[in-house]
């Protein structure tokens, strides 16, 4: 666990204060700052997520850190969200990066600043700390961005590989409308919270008719994704990822097409977790030690050697047994001082045999783990031996005087025939042990549809051979000698993948087919990094309950019914106490089920229950939300409702029903 630290150079203050915006709404925001009378650097993190209870905790441990060291850090709510004005709007839209660039330029004049901002962030804070570096206001001067992406179509939450990311395009979109209809807190606006809770709540649309909407690379997923134009960003960007994390090829871009007097690399073995939090999988590191050394240099002039570090610092796992929580992983740093580097080679495998047919069950996919891993107990893949069962397998032994170090994005390069125009492959790196466990290292999602580029939709000819090629995932993995590597091609992977409408797979011919690892030739690194350390923790508290808790992951079999179900809880809080006397609860229950040889049977379902209370006021306010979608051949089909009580009073009920044709989905 980190150590918690009390002391600090500085002695600090917070306030919390409302940020003016040029239309006149105001941005709530939290202030920690140093007692000193002569203006420092700020910081800034920029959220939806209400920094008044969900993110308080986790702020707690890092804003009043950094005030310590000398630097006034800020915490802000996006517009129409937690107690700041305004309509909330869609994820990354253009009016809340024009406020965060607002929001930038305010901090850098007000007195207690010295005119240099940096942004830093998770997730959706790493995101728009991304997009606002590449609007380039003048006085941000560095960013720290953390399991972020440079590419919204093709490495976030809505797609992958041109496939519709099931189980995160509908669980996120479920997740942000119960998010959304959330109330302002009357501690913080007063009586003005229920107009603008009932204003928010006349504006909501489900994200999901959106994200739906756009089934290939448009426009709509230009908007926002750096990639489209790397130089645009001026300021320095330390990129931070975890191989356990879905975002953590972005690092590799970012570090090789960005100048390398601009930025550096971190890839740890962590999940979507800050890398100081002490989460499963670990080894955790002092990462606020390691961004005040960023912030440093690049805010203060400071020569702390951090752009002395190699381009990008990764982590090499050791192998492993299968398991779904690790709370360590054995392995190493290494360091590369460029990227490509110079110590990786791409080395082929050739796959061998006669044409095969592939066409697995509906169900392929169950023991996938989760999309987004939190360093819960359920989160990792367990033992793949059953999903290695239902794919195509090829294997290729490690010798028994070496080992294969991989560090990067292993490739396969397919030979296929598909008698339909839709379908999928899905490629999985496992390693096997002597014993028969079978590791999940990395794995690749390919849309035939989209084999001609992400931003069109190609329909197969049916009958037709043609060649194929798609990256995996980075991973940094290592293969001792007497084990074995094996590649798992399969046609369906639920729920990740929501099944294409036909469900006759395709042909393999192994010998035109190729697997190519990127191999890293050892090399001897001393990186090391400090102990991870946090401010003190806020103080909530978690009530004691009797009720029996839930799995996290359970997996139901109709056998003679020939269907599975998936019920994912997604442990993001529970019920919570805040020292202000805030009483939030809040649970989620996810559910995918399917039919072995039904493509169309696909169904998913999320519901949600929040309950704000403060007992003081008599404030009582609940959020019930219930998201749905099905198919058929030519439409996805979605359901969501949404229901807002103040004490027992019904404030707001709505019910949005909706299909959207199947373009590339």
């Not at 004005?85 to 990066?97: M, Q, R």
């Not at 054995?330 to 110079?342: I, L």
Request: hydrophobic content about 35%; glycine content about 8%; proline content about 10%.
């Amino acid at each position: 666990m980190p150590r918690i630290r009390t002391d600090f150079p500085y002695e600090t203050t917070h306030e919390d204060v409302r940020i003016p915006l040029p239309d006149s709404t105001k941005l709530y925001a939290r202030v920690w700052r140093p007692a000193v009378d002569e203006p420092v650097p700020a910081l800034l993190e920029y959220l939806p997520y209400r920094l008044s209870d969900w993110t308080a905790p986790r702020d707690s441990q890092r804003h009043p850190w950094y005030a310590g060291h000398g630097y006034a850090s800020v915490r802000v709510d996006v517009r129409g969200h937690g107690n700041s004005e305004g309509i909330p709007g869609d994820e990354y839209s253009a009016v809340e990066l024009a406020d965060g660039v607002e929001v930038v330029n305010w901090l850098a004049a007000r007195p207690w600043c010295n005119g240099k901002v940096g942004m830093f962030g998770i997730s959706w804070g790493g995101f728009n700390s991304l997009q606002i570096a590449a609007l380039a206001p003048e006085p941000l001067k560095a960013i720290v961005t953390v399991c972020s992406t440079d590419d919204r179509y093709d490495n976030d939450v809505h797609y992958m590989g041109g496939s519709v990311l099931a189980v995160e395009m509908h669980a996120w979109a479920a997740t942000m409308l119960a998010f959304v209809s959330r109330p302002p807190d009357p501690e913080h606006v007063g009586d003005a919270w229920r107009e603008m809770w009932l204003n928010r709540l006349e504006q909501i649309e489900p994200f999901i008719h959106t994200w739906l909407a756009h089934q290939t690379r448009d426009d709509y997923w230009r908007h926002g994704s750096v990639c489209e134009d790397y130089s645009a960003i001026k300021a320095p960007v330390l990129a931070v990822g975890g191989w356990h994390d879905p975002y953590r090829d972005t690092v590799l871009r970012l570090v090789q097409h960005l100048p390398a007097d601009r930025v550096r690399g971190l890839i740890g073995p962590w999940s979507h977790q800050y890398p100081d939090r002490g989460l499963p999988p670990g080894p955790a590191i002092g990462f606020l030690q390691e961004t005040l050394r960023w912030w440093d240099h690049h805010l203060k002039g400071d020569e702390t050697g951090v752009m002395s570090e190699p381009l990008l610092r990764s982590w090499i796992s050791e192998s492993h047994p299968p398991a779904t929580t690790y709370p360590e992983l054995p392995g190493r740093w290494v360091g590369d001082e460029a990227w490509p580097s110079p110590h990786v080679t791409t080395v082929p495998y050739a796959l061998q045999g006669a044409p095969m047919p592939v066409d697995s069950p509906q169900h392929t996919g169950l023991d996938s783990g989760r999309f987004f891993p939190f360093g819960n107990d359920a989160d990792l893949p367990p033992d793949q031996r059953d999903e290695d069962a239902r794919s195509a397998c090829f294997e290729f032994p490690v010798p028994p005087d070496s080992r294969i170090e991989i560090l990067g994005r292993p490739r396969v390069r397919l030979r296929l025939r598909c008698d339909v125009p839709s379908g999928q492959v899905i490629a999985r790196l496992c390693d096997i042990a002597p014993d028969g466990s079978s590791t999940l290292v990395t794995r690749g999602v390919l849309n035939l549809s989209a084999r001609q580029g992400r931003d069109r939709a190609a329909s197969w000819p049916p009958g037709a051979s043609e060649n194929v090629a798609f990256e995996l995932n980075g991973i940094g993995h290592a293969f001792p000698p007497g084990h074995r590597i094996r590649l798992a091609l399969s046609s369906a992977y639920w729920p990740w993948i929501w099944p294409q409408p036909e469900a006759g797979g395709w042909i393999l011919d192994p010998s035109a087919s190729v697997l190519e690892l990127p191999v890293r030739t050892p090399t001897t690194d001393a990186i090391t990094f400090e102990e991870p350390e946090q401010a003190e923790p806020l103080g909530v508290v978690i009530p004691a309950t009797l009720d029996e808790q839930r799995p996290e992951r359970l997996v139901v079999r109709d056998v003679a019914g020939g269907s599975w179900r998936l019920e994912v809880d997604p442990r993001y809080g529970g019920t919570r106490v805040y020292p202000d006397g805030l009483e939030f609860t809040e649970d989620a229950l996810e559910t995918y089920t399917i039919e072995d040889h039904s493509p169309l049977s696909a169904r998913t379902r999320s519901d949600w229950k929040i309950r704000l209370h403060r007992p003081e006021l008599g404030w009582d306010t609940r959020i019930e939300t219930r998201s749905e979608i099905s198919c058929d051949a030519a439409d996805f089909i979605t359901s969501n409702e949404v229901v807002c009580r103040d004490g027992n009073e019904v404030v707001f009920h709505r019910t949005w029903e909706k299909r959207i044709p199947r373009t590339a989905g």
